[in-house]
């Protein structure tokens, strides 16, 4: 049974920053795609970034690239999302996603995963 699990968010004002983490078990973050995802108030699930299970290479939504890393720790099967310089508009629940298809040939680049974490939400304030 695959589990992916959130930690990380909060509450932080503009311009700071924060770091989620995902656990993964029954899963292994390096032998597939693995991403998150963001959902604001009354709006879409987007895909935020992305990381391409094959060779590491990432994927960012325009809205965050710069200011947003993905990164994954094989040896403690985690993935992480380092945001920086967080703005109102990135309030938001992330989720963490692994498996499924990573379309990044397409623009914009697309993900399916296949398997989903609970959420955490991310509030920012001016």
């Known amino acids: 049974q695959v589990q992916l699990v959130e930690s990380g968010g909060g509450l932080v004002q503009a311009g700071g920053s924060l770091r989620l983490s995902c656990a993964a078990s029954g899963h292994t973050v390096s032998d597939s795609n693995m991403g998150w995802f963001r959902q604001a108030p009354g709006k879409e699930r987007e895909l935020v970034t992305a990381?391409?299970?094959?060779?590491?290479?990432?994927f960012d939504a325009d809205s965050v690239t710069g200011r947003f890393t993905i990164s994954r720790d094989n040896a403690k099967n985690t993935l992480w999302l380092q945001m920086n310089n967080l703005k109102p508009e990135d309030t938001a629940v992330y989720y963490c996603a692994a498996g499924g298809g990573l379309y990044h040939g397409r623009r914009p680049v697309q993900y399916e995963p296949e398997y989903w974490g609970q959420g955490t939400q991310v509030t920012v304030s001016l």
């Open positions: 990381i391409y299970w094959f060779d590491g290479r990432t």
